[in-house]
């Protein structure tokens, strides 16, 4: 006899586990399977985002900007550290301490708001009467039944054709993160995100980083004038970046691994590394959720069809996150999971992607919302755009990290934000503010005048609102 439910969670990743939440808090007995392990097998779960993403990408990072303030920043606060070391491994064991606390912080949350949590990789069965038949298979094979069922399977890194990640010397996320030394010579291929972040943090502790990029531009998605101050800022640092690049092959050895590669001019060039990263993209999860014994429908990326509301082709069943289209961020699995918790119980769940942040967490920190300059130029849209550096900020100054910019865009007409691009200090905490503004339609001028705290980051923010009509105050 199965076990019966209003709502079952496949998925137990940001999407997935907050939409159990909030459908739970909204009287629904919910169950959420997922299949994820810690190292005694025990179970982990919030997804890629907390044991192979972002919340251990960030310890990490936090780790490497500590060592490297107290190695090259302290001396000009007058601090001397003398027989500097590092312990990587400990700074790992450190990291995984962090994701257990996440780990088991979501499973505190499932117990209470009464979401029965099953640890094993759950699939469809088949269509019922009311519902849809779920088998779990773990430790133990249990069957559910749900009437409706929220698909969150999340997605899994790209591997280079013919070049599998064998997460020891070819790594994906989850190796990289993995790391228990400080690789001399480290390779990324792609320029993705968590390449970028995870080359941060061993070029802090020592490695020297090369990054091959196949497209002509750095950062393609980033407002341009943004990213070439990124990429200025990491080139000074010691990243080595190559830009319109093609791979060729790549062969393993007991040494390193070895990357034939031709260049933007088309002159054949190796690089021999001790490690290789592979950041060029995110497939999603869908091998082995047995969608064709209930006929849900795949496109030809191996994605959830869903329609603006998360629904899929079948009735009563749903699907979020990176499984279905859109951008691959934790944030907006989340606001996916609740409106669609909310769509169940008769409500009017929102996502505006519109408004949904980006953040890439380097040194300087990248973020954005909203349209870009060249997209507003393909768009023929008319605008009006103001910038203000962090140099001439007192509180960067304060701090020491001068790098980067503020960078706003509005229509030139009704003076509506249509973007906001940010390179620099805190950058993942600026861009909110711009997030809400948006939210709001609200005008540059909104932010010009409203008063922000002095000395602050944020200040930055209101200065250029001023530059877009060209009224800053302080630059």
């Known amino acids: 006899m199965s076990q019966q439910f209003d709502v079952i969670v496949i998925g137990a990743g940001p999407g997935g586990y907050i939409a159990a939440i909030r459908a739970a808090q909204l009287g629904k007995k919910v169950a959420c399977v997922d299949a994820w392990k810690n190292a005694t097998g025990g179970p982990a779960p919030g997804g890629t985002c907390t044991n192979v993403g972002c919340i251990p990408s960030k310890a990490l990072l936090q780790s490497s900007e500590h060592f490297e303030h107290a190695s090259h920043a302290f001396a000009d606060h007058g601090i001397t550290v003398k027989g500097l070391s590092m312990d990587a491994a400990k700074m790992v064991a450190r990291k995984d301490a962090v994701v257990k606390q996440n780990n088991d912080g979501i499973l505190y949350l499932f117990k209470k708001n009464k979401v029965s949590f099953f640890h094993g990789r759950g699939s469809f069965v088949k269509v019922t009467d009311g519902g849809y038949e779920i088998k779990v298979a773990g430790a133990t094979e249990e069957t559910l039944h749900g009437q409706q069922i929220i698909v969150a399977t999340g997605s899994s890194a790209r591997a280079l054709p013919g070049t599998p990640f064998d997460e020891t010397q070819v790594l994906s996320n989850e190796g990289a993160l993995a790391l228990t030394a400080v690789p001399k010579k480290l390779g990324l291929i792609g320029s993705g995100v968590i390449g970028l972040e995870m080359g941060s943090v061993w070029r802090r502790l020592g490695a020297e980083v090369t990054i091959l990029e196949g497209l002509p531009t750095f950062l393609g998605a980033v407002d341009q004038q943004i990213a070439k101050e990124a990429q200025k800022a990491f080139v000074k640092q010691g990243l080595k970046i190559e830009l319109g690049v093609t791979v060729g092959a790549i062969k393993t050895s007991k ?32 091998t082995g959720l047995n969608a064709q014994a209930v006929g849900l429908a795949l496109d030809e990326r191996g994605c959830i069809v869903v329609d603006g509301d998360c629904r899929t082709n079948l009735p009563g069943v749903w699907a979020v996150g ?61 605008y009006k755009a103001g910038t203000f550096p962090f140099l001439a900020n007192g509180r960067a100054r304060a701090l020491g990290d001068t790098t980067g910019m503020v960078k706003m865009l509005a229509d030139a007409a009704t003076d509506e934000i249509l973007g906001v691009h940010i390179v620099g200090p805190m950058a993942s905490e600026l861009i909110a503010e711009c997030v809400m503004a948006m939210e709001f339609r609200a005008s540059s001028e909104d932010i010009a005048r409203i008063c922000h705290a002095h000395p602050s980051l944020s200040e930055s923010t209101k200065e250029a609102a001023l530059a877009v009509d060209k009224r800053t105050l302080n630059f």
């Open 322 to 382: 990176d499984v279905v289209r859109g951008p691959m961020l934790a944030h907006k699995a989340e606001e996916e999971g609740v409106a669609v918790a909310e769509r169940m119980a008769g409500q009017h769940g929102h996502v505006n992607f519109n408004t949904v942040p980006w953040v890439i967490y380097t040194s300087p920190e990248i973020a954005w919302v909203g349209r870009t300059e060249q997209q507003l130029k393909a768009d023929g849209v008319a």
């Open 255 to 286: 040494k390193g691994v070895n990357v034939a590669w031709t260049n933007a001019k088309g002159e054949a060039q190796t690089l021999d590394v001790d490690k290789l990263i592979v950041s060029i993209g995110r497939v999603p999860n869908t």
